[in-house]
C-alpha cells in the first residue's frame, strides 16, 4: 500500500476517504472487482465517487481493467497477471502473465487485456 500511496502523493494527489476505501477493498481481494462489487463493499461511498477513484487508479495505472459481460473488473497492478472467471458463478483466480512487452516504435504506456472464461470446479459438478 505504501507504494501505492507514494504514486498518488508524487503525481499530486491526496488520499481521500473515498480513494482510502476503495484501496483497501483492492487490496484485500485477490479477484477482479466491479463497480458495484465494490460500491456494494463500501458503505459510506457513493457510485459515483467510486467510478471517479476507479478512473483516476486506472489513469495513474494503478489498477488493471478486463472486460467480462460488458462490465468492467478491476485489480490492483501488482505482479503482471490474468484472471480466468467462471461463466456460471462468476468466481475467478489469478493467472500468471507471461507475456513480456518489446519495445514498441510509435506507442507509449501499451497495456494489454486477456480474460480467459471457464466452468469452475464446484459448477461443474
Given at each position: ?13 491526496k488520499?481521500t ?68 472467471i ?40
Open positions: 500500500m505504501k507504494d501505492i500511496l507514494e504514486q498518488l502523493k508524487n503525481k499530486g494527489y488520499l476517504q473515498p480513494r482510502e476505501k476503495v484501496l483497501g477493498i483492492l487490496l484485500h481481494n485477490h479477484t477482479a472487482l466491479s463497480v458495484q462489487d465494490i460500491h456494494k463493499k463500501i458503505d459510506s461511498v457513493d457510485k459515483a465517487s467510486v467510478y471517479r477513484v476507479l478512473n483516476l487508479f486506472e489513469e495513474l495505472g494503478l489498477v488493471n481493467i478486463e472486460n467480462f459481460n460488458n462490465e468492467k473488473l478491476y485489480c490492483l497492478t501488482r505482479d503482471p497477471h490474468h484472471h480466468i467462471c461463466k456460471k458463478c462468476g468466481y475467478s483466480e489469478e493467472v500468471p502473465c507471461t507475456y513480456e512487452h518489446h519495445d514498441f516504435n510509435n506507442f507509449d504506456n501499451v497495456q494489454h487485456q486477456m480474460t480467459l472464461t471457464g466452468v469452475c470446479n464446484n459448477c461443474n459438478k
